[in-house]
């Protein structure tokens, strides 16, 4: 089985990601200028072309294979065939399911 990843959750990690991000930014700021007004204008302008920028490199990712693991069904980890041993130590093949 191939995984697959949505692009609502990869917004949904662009919008907390820069959250996080816009919170940094602006203490950042602030304590370099002591001044919010500047702060702000910063955190606006950079978190707007970054969340894009973010939002599309997720995108990008999601397309390459390399470092993801497909997931298994339950169904499919079932065994088929039982070996099972007599008390003469003959082992003897079972279909299952």
């Given amino acids: 089985m191939s995984t697959t990843v949505s692009s609502k959750r990869s917004l949904a990690k ?3 990601y820069r959250i996080i991000i816009v919170c940094l930014d602006f203490l ?13 204008g910063f955190m606006v302008v ?11 490199h ?13 997931t298994q069904s339950v169904e499919a980890l079932r065994p088929t065939r039982a070996f099972v ?7 003897h093949n079972y279909e299952m399911g």
């Avoid at 950042?28 to 702000?40: E, F, I, K």
């Fill in 46 to 56: 950079s978190n707007v072309y970054t969340t894009v920028g973010y939002f599309l």
């Fill in 85 to 91: 041993g007599d008390a003469s130590g003959h082992r």
């Fill in 28 to 40: 950042a700021v602030y304590l370099l200028t002591g001044q919010a007004r500047t702060a702000v």
């Fill in 58 to 70: 997720e995108r990008a990712w999601a397309h390459i294979a390399w470092g993801n693991r497909s």
């Fill in 14 to 16: 662009a919008v907390t």
